[in-house]
């Protein structure tokens, strides 16, 4: 039960969002106007499923594609991290905006830090540093500023109260519709096709209880997917094989029996992250909760997703289309994506993100939205799509697009799922937040400077095609960096890809051995590729 305070917060949180809604009545007037925009790229998430990303301490770096709205000169744009960002990778961005004068840009950019490097989330750092709120306040206009966010929770809602900026997100009451669980009620609610599975459990007993009931609703299935409620990028997934206890299928033992069996077999599932185990992974079941799905069987599978915008009028627009690139043991783990989804099924995944899209702006839900699918090849060109989960937040697929977008300054056509620069070329990009070697380890962010400079493996305002890069201050303690490569086909993006990876490993050939690198991940993904 909430108490009044919790109320009256909730009431004033809805009323500055229902400012957006005022203030911005179409998308075109929302991405052109005069506006201060406040980004809080806060990973205000589990915790202990956070640290399973490698690096995940300068995650806050992939909302760096939004300094490239400085390209409008009517923008001013603040963004806050937990520490501060090397001066050299600021540059880097401001010096990718054409037609805008260095200078004139950086004078419109307030860079803040809370020097806080703890496990809390960003969000929750700013609100302890009252001076901190105050400085962010007095250099917002009230009338003209949103606020933009990784993700929408307790904490950065009532840090949009805190400041009196109306957050540009889905509210923290509504993030259940981006759970597993929650998902899997949009997509019945809307008619998206999706596996069967189960509700949300929130022990090892009713887990088991659950997985058994699924397999007596599905005699043939051989696998099963247990995903923990709130896990991100996979790493919360473990794969359960029931052929070990094939004898116990539906028809040959009790109901009691194949509940044992199954409780008995979660010891030996196979875990997507790195190091995890029953043990720990079990703990987690009462904290964020679980749900088992099936797992969708096929010699030809793919990973697409569609991404989508609700605006402040109510608006659902769809953005884009991928093919996930993924890696991990049983392929569920992301590691990046590539621009645009087959041809063969993207106009499809674009109507099931409508459809999605819709059904989250009837609950309420705002800005960014992302649907995950399994698509299985038929043949004669038909494909079978299951929608797997939706993400209310910025994910892998986000910061790539919209480094395209506001670049080119482009459009997106719906009616091929292509995006066209406005020069009328389309647009074709491999992204990554993955390219780690050991070898990279050690390399400061003025050392890859200096190998763009020399090597021109810069993005070419000319051309509209070249490389920007992300996360780059993961690269010298973790050898991890992201990643864009925009071409004028998807040969021509995969080339200027494998180009980078050529000169980053002949610069550090010196340096210690190989982690598997991203590069050696290609489609058609066949086996176990697989994306929640």
Request: hydrophobic share 35%; glycine share 8%.
């Amino acid at each position: 039960m909430l108490n009044i305070s919790e109320l009256e917060q909730i009431d004033k949180f809805r009323h500055l969002q229902s400012t957006l809604r005022d203030r911005w009545k179409t998308s075109e007037l929302f991405d052109n106007s005069e506006a201060d925009i406040l980004i809080i790229p806060s990973l205000s998430i589990d915790q202990r499923e956070l640290q399973k990303v490698e690096g995940c301490e300068h995650y806050e770096e992939r909302l760096l594609f939004s300094l490239m709205r400085l390209r409008n000169p009517r923008t001013r744009l603040i963004y806050v991290t937990s520490m501060p960002l090397h001066p050299s990778i600021i540059d880097y961005y401001l010096q990718l905006l054409p037609g805008i004068p260095f200078s004139h840009a950086r004078n419109r950019l307030l860079l803040l830090s809370t020097y806080d490097s703890s496990l809390k989330s960003l969000s929750q750092k700013i609100l302890e540093r009252p001076r901190l709120i105050e400085r962010i306040r007095q250099a917002l206009r009230p009338d003209k500023a949103f606020m933009v966010c990784y993700n929408s929770t307790v904490w950065e809602g009532k840090l949009s109260v805190k400041l009196g900026v109306p957050l540009y997100a889905a509210a923290p009451d509504l993030q259940i519709w981006g759970t597993k669980s929650g998902s899997r009620q949009i997509f019945a609610e809307s008619g998206v096709p999706h596996p069967d599975g189960s509700d949300r459990v929130w022990n090892a007993s009713e887990l088991a209880a659950a997985a058994c009931d699924l397999w007596e609703r599905q005699p043939t299935l051989q696998r099963m997917v247990v995903k923990l409620n709130e896990g991100i990028s996979g790493e919360g997934n473990a794969l359960l094989d029931l052929t070990p206890i094939v004898d116990l299928a539906p028809g040959q033992a009790d109901h009691n029996q194949r509940v044992t069996a199954i409780s008995d077999r979660f010891s030996t599932m196979r875990f997507q992250a790195t190091q995890e185990t029953w043990a720990n992974f079990s703990e987690r079941i009462p904290e964020l909760g679980a749900i088992v799905e099936g797992f969708v069987e096929g010699e030809i599978k793919r990973s697409p997703s569609v991404q989508g915008r609700i605006t402040p009028s109510g608006e659902v627009e769809i953005l884009s289309t991928h093919d996930q690139i993924l890696g991990g043991p049983d392929g569920q783990i992301y590691l990046g994506c590539r621009f645009p989804a087959d041809e063969r099924y993207r106009l499809q995944l674009q109507q099931l993100g409508l459809q999605v899209g819709r059904k989250l702006a009837q609950k309420g839900a705002l800005e960014r939205f992302g649907v995950d699918f399994i698509t299985v090849d038929q043949g004669n060109r038909q494909w079978d799509i299951q929608a797997i989960e939706i993400n209310l937040r910025k994910g892998g697929t986000t910061h790539p697009f919209m480094t395209l977008k506001l670049l080119t300054n482009g459009r997106y056509d719906l009616s091929t799922g292509l995006f066209y620069s406005q020069q009328g070329r389309p647009k074709y990009y491999i992204a990554t937040d993955n390219l780690q070697k050991d070898r990279y380890q050690g390399l400061l962010p003025n050392d890859l400077m200096d190998i763009i400079a020399h090597h021109r493996l810069h993005f070419d305002s000319g051309t509209e095609t070249g490389t920007v890069f992300h996360l780059m201050g993961c690269l010298s303690q973790f050898g991890k960096l992201g990643l864009t490569c925009i071409g004028d086909s998807p040969q021509h993006a995969d080339d200027i890809y494998h180009r980078v990876v050529k000169v980053l490993d002949e610069e550090t050939r010196s340096n210690n051995q190989d982690f598997t690198s991203f590069s050696d991940y290609s489609f058609p993904m066949t086996g176990d590729g697989y994306s929640y």
